[in-house]
Each structure stands twice: as structure tokens, then as C-alpha cells.
């Protein structure tokens, strides 16, 4: 991922850091990353997030302790998460194969709040009383914010949004959340919209993708969303995100949307894309759209090419590193 940053313009124009934190010093030290981790990332433009995980960390811990922090503390409140298909890619729908009809989506998963407030209790633990609860966490600000940012998206775009909630099931937060889309629905009047249910979303997702263009939901609806629109397009080997505040003063965080595939780790087999996609959403949203451009560019041109390398994930046998190979080729040739 680093190198294709490199090849995509800039060794010299760019400085990492690397952190080695996640569940390897978790095993080490007994935390995901040094306390203040996110005052020492604070003084980076972008993060670049590898993948985390690992099967003898409960997930909730790994997760808690590294990604999910840096969402909130850095208030990236917008998760942008693409599913289009792309040549050469298989797509499991019918009518959605090559020359035929594209799914471009962009999903924007609210990112800070709902469903992943991060609170709530346990009470008579391990008593047959045991009560849980998990609180949602919908603010007039963090509703708004994400709402606005997708009209506003979709006014500069001219493309169609699509609201997702849950408002007959959810009485206070789903409400909420559509009472302030009906309010900015007013002030966006221009703006071509629709709205579904979160289930009947994932019907349609699956039957007709191709009536979508953007789309906002909240933290765990979009979760979901978009593990499904990665499932219609190419897998997650190919699912990228970028988590952003777009105010900014803060380093927004770029990754694959997949976690560390314990299945797989280790073998040198996964498929780099999503992480070079990501990469390539890093450059877009730090001022470096010619970089994006191209890395976007070398991907489609690899992924087009029935003689070019493919991981197993897309039915190819070449390993991560002779993927990486060509896309870094594809750059170098410019
Ligand atoms: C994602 C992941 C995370 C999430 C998990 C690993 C906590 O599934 O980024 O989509 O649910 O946000
Ligand atoms: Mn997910």
C-alpha cells in the first residue's frame, strides 16, 4: 500500500510513520495501542489503517481499543464507503455483469454515534436476572450534520439520495432521524431523493441496485449496507472506506473495510485492493486528487486485464505481493 502511494507520485512529497499497534501488541502488552494514542496521531495529516484483529482477542476489545476511539475522539463523522463494480470483476447479479447495467453507489455511513454510542450496563451479571443494555445515541447535531453532508453531496453531484431508517420499528431514534431528514428535505428541495425502510433497502440492494447513487444511514444500518454492497460488487477484497471530518482538524482514517481474515492471514493471499483503494481515498481527501485519480486509474487498468494477476478472492491464484507488483507497474508506466 505504501509503495503504491510512492509509486502514485510521491516518495519524497510524502512522510509516513508507521505504528506497530493492534491485537499483535495487544498479546504483548495487554492493550491495543499506548495510552494518548490518538495525541500522537493527531499530528498526521491521514491515518492508513491496516487490518486488525486477531482470533484470541475477543473483537470488542480490538476494536474499542484502536478504531473505534479514533471515530470518535477525531469526530469523523462521515464513513464514505463506494460499491461499484469494476472491469473484470464478477458480480453475483444478474444483469449486472460486464457490459451491462453498473452499481455505483456511494454509501455514507454515519461514523460517531447510533447504534456504536459505546454505552450501556450489565446488571446481576451471571444471575438469571441478567439484564443488558446498549444504548443508541442520536444527537440533533450528529443527525444533521450527516444528513447534510449527503445533500450537500448529492447537490454537487446531481445524483440521486436515498435515506435509509427505520422509523416504524424505532420510535425515538429512527424518528428522530427522519424528522430532521424532512427538515432538510425542505432546505434541499432541489435535490432528488428517496427513502426505505432498512429492510426493504437490503431487498433492493439485492434485486436492483443499480436505482441507488448515494446513500445515507445511520452507524449500524450502513454497517450492514455496506458489507451487502460489497457482497454485489466484488467482495471485500475490494471494499474501501474513508472515515472523515470534513471540517477538518483532524487526520481522518482510510481503510479496507474487511478486518485481518484470520482465515486467510498469514498466507499472503489477500487481495491488497481495498487497502490500495483506500489509499487512493487518502490521497483524494488531502489534496492529492491527481494521486487518487491514478491509483484508481492502475486498478481499473489491472483488474481489466484477463492476463494481469488476480487474488483467489476474485478466482485468480496470485498472492498479495504480485497484485501489489502490478498495480505499482501500472503507476510506474503512468
Ligand atoms: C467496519 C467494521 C467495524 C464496524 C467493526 C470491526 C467494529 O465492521 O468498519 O465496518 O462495525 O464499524
Ligand atoms: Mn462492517
Redesign the pocket.
Known amino acids: 500500500m505504501l509503495r503504491t502511494l510512492e509509486a502514485a507520485g510521491g516518495g519524497p512529497r510524502l512522510d509516513f510513520a508507521e505504528f506497530p499497534w493492534g491485537t499483535g501488541y495487544y498479546l504483548e502488552k495487554g492493550r491495543m495501542a499506548p495510552d494518548g494514542f490518538t495525541d500522537t496521531l493527531r499530528a498526521f495529516d491521514a491515518v492508513l489503517l491496516g487490518a486488525v484483529g486477531d482470533p484470541r482477542v475477543p ?1 470488542h476489545i480490538t ?1 474499542w481499543g484502536l ?2 476511539p479514533m471515530r470518535q475522539v477525531f469526530d469523523l463523522y462521515v464513513n464514505l464507503r463506494p460499491a461499484r463494480t469494476l472491469p473484470g470483476v464478477p458480480c453475483p447479479l444478474r444483469g449486472y455483469g460486464p457490459g451491462e447495467r453498473p452499481i455505483d453507489i456511494t454509501f455514507i455511513r454515519e461514523n460517531t454515534e447510533g447504534e456504536y454510542s459505546g454505552q450501556g450496563a450489565r446488571f446481576y451479571a451471571g444471575t438469571p436476572r441478567e439484564l443488558v443494555l446498549q444504548h443508541s445515541a442520536f444527537s440533533r447535531v450528529g443527525v444533521e450534520r450527516v444528513l447534510r453532508y449527503s445533500f450537500e453531496l448529492a447537490r454537487k453531484t446531481g445524483r440521486k439520495l436515498t435515506g435509509v431508517s427505520k422509523g416504524n420499528a424505532l420510535n425515538f431514534s429512527a424518528v428522530f432521524w427522519d424528522q430532521i431528514w424532512s427538515e432538510l428535505r425542505r432546505e434541499y428541495a432541489d435535490v432528488e431523493v428517496d427513502t426505505y425502510l432498512v429492510d426493504a433497502m437490503a431487498m433492493h440492494l439485492v434485486r436492483d441496485p443499480g436505482r441507488f447513487q448515494i446513500v445515507v444511514a445511520s452507524n449500524l444500518f450502513a ?1 450492514i449496507l ?1 458489507d451487502l454492497g460489497a457482497g454485489i460488487t466484488g467482495g471485500l477484497g475490494l471494499a474501501a472506506s474513508a472515515e472523515i471530518n470534513p471540517e477538518g482538524g483532524a487526520p481522518g482514517v482510510f481503510e479496507p ?1 474487511h ?1 485481518s481474515a484470520p482465515d486467510i492471514a498469514g498466507k499472503g493471499i489477500a487481495n491488497p485492493l481495498a487497502a490500495i483503494l483506500s489509499a487512493g481515498m487518502l490521497c483524494e481527501h488531502n489534496g492529492l486528487g491527481e494521486w487518487g485519480a491514478a491509483i484508481d486509474r492502475a486498478i481499473t487498468a489491472v483488474l481489466a486485464d484477463p492476463q494481469a494477476p488476480r487474488t483467489p478472492d476474485l478466482g485468480g491464484r496470485a498472492s498479495t505481493a504480485e497484485v501489489t507488483d502490478a498495480v505499482v507497474a501500472r503507476l510506474r508506466a503512468g
Request: zero cysteines; glycine letters at 12%.
Open positions: 473483537d476494536l478504531l473505534l454497517d455496506t473495510v478486518g
